[in-house]
């Protein structure tokens, strides 16, 4: 059973802090890694995904990735309220199938 | 805006009664998925396309089939509904362009069974 983990939280930040997100999965043989966004009563909201071990930015957000640790994390510089949401990761194997962890819901506190 | 549409965005039904959702792309993506959203469960596969016709069983599809008939569309059907098949049902697309695994999803169908 693959399984992907992330604090439920809440998470709470204040306004222009950076917000870390954390997230661990059990197969070793995942490929593929992404954070969705997800507000209340929407649907999730690709905002990044990454391949490679390492750091891969794009504006606010940051996503890092170790396989060896089986780890992956998105950090949110200079956080915003309009970043209040659910944020959720995901794991593909070699079947183009994802896994979901349960997500993490973040407030920015203005 | 991936192109997706969900139909109904809404229903209400009574246990026993079969139900259909169904998912419209307008972008020929070749991968079509079904999840459902439950709280304390997060987003949960129950099947997925890989092409016309090409269908497979993901973690939770007991109670649900799916069929492919064309690109554009792919239906989930509750064969006959059950109190624990309310949910919030999501499609997603992937495989846009080469090996992209990327899945985008649509605004999903609440479903209510009473």
């Known amino acids: 059973q693959k399984e992907v983990e992330q604090n439920s939280g809440p998470l709470s930040v204040p306004e222009g802090a950076i917000a870390s997100l954390n997230c661990t999965y059990s197969d070793r043989g995942s490929q593929s890694f992404f954070w969705y966004r997800q507000y209340s009563g929407k649907s999730p909201e690709l905002i990044m995904f990454?391949?490679?071990?390492g750091d891969k930015e794009d504006g606010r957000f940051t996503a890092q990735l170790n396989k060896a640790s089986q780890y992956v994390s998105l950090l949110i510089r200079d956080s915003q309220p309009s970043d209040s949401a659910t944020y959720l990761c995901?794991?593909?194997?070699?079947?183009?199938?994802?896994?979901f962890g349960s997500g993490t819901q973040l407030t920015v506190l203005p | 805006d991936a192109g997706i549409t969900q139909s109904p965005r809404h229903k209400v039904t009574e246990t026993g009664t079969p139900v259909t959702l169904r998912c419209h792309q307008t972008?020929?993506?070749?991968?079509m998925y079904w999840y459902r959203q439950d709280p304390g469960h997060g987003l949960r596969l129950i099947h997925y396309?890989?092409?016309?016709?090409?269908?497979d069983k993901g973690e939770v599809s007991d109670g649900y089939s799916v069929s492919r008939s064309k690109t554009e569309d792919f239906l989930l059907t509750l064969e006959s509904a059950t109190s624990s098949q309310t949910s919030v049902y999501f499609c997603?697309?992937?495989?846009?362009?080469?090996?992209?695994?990327?899945?985008?999803f649509g605004p999903g169908t609440r479903l209510t069974v009473t």
């Open positions: 995901a794991v593909t194997g070699s079947a183009r199938q994802l896994t």
């Open positions: 396309s890989y092409g016309v016709k090409d269908t």
């Open positions: 997603a697309i992937s495989g846009t362009s080469g090996s992209s695994y990327e899945q985008y």
């Open positions: 972008e020929n993506h070749r991968y």
């Open positions: 990454i391949y490679s071990n």
